[in-house]
């Protein structure tokens, strides 16, 4: 089966830092697009970054910007979120995503394979 699984989530304290990772199984993931989504309690899930097949190219959620860092190792099939400066409103169930390999895109529609999600609780 085609997989993605994120690790790294966890519980940290306003201010502090944690860093995801998003591996693939099954495939390469190495010509598609890939995005960070969270969910929080009660509410949608959203966009947070994406960043395209070669790596050359990000886009961020505005609540982000400057705190996060999406990267990726394709020879790894791994994909990489780091988050510092964290807030309590950055908890959430983070999830990797894949999508196409065109322009990138912060809709979750235009991602086609999904892992199951890792939890990030920040305290204050």
């Known amino acids: 089966q085609v997989q993605l699984v994120e690790s790294g989530g966890g519980l940290v304290q306003a201010g502090g830092s944690l860093s995801l990772s998003c591996a693939a199984s099954?495939?390469?993931?190495?010509?598609?697009?890939m995005g960070w989504f969270r969910q929080a309690p009660g509410k949608e899930r959203e966009f947070v970054a994406a960043?395209?097949?070669?790596?050359?190219?990000?886009i961020y959620a505005g609540s982000v910007k400057g705190r996060f860092t999406i990267s990726r190792d394709n020879a790894k099939n791994t994909m990489y979120l780091q988050m510092r400066s964290l807030k309590p409103e950055d908890t959430a169930v983070y999830y990797c995503?894949?999508?196409?390999?065109?322009?990138?895109?912060?809709?979750?529609?235009?991602?086609?394979?999904w892992g199951q999600g890792t939890q990030v609780t920040v305290s204050s």
């Open positions: 099954r495939f390469s993931f190495s010509g598609w697009n």
């Open positions: 995503a894949a999508g196409g390999s065109g322009d990138l895109s912060s809709k979750s529609w235009e991602y086609r394979v």
């Open positions: 960043i395209n097949w070669i790596g050359l190219s990000t």
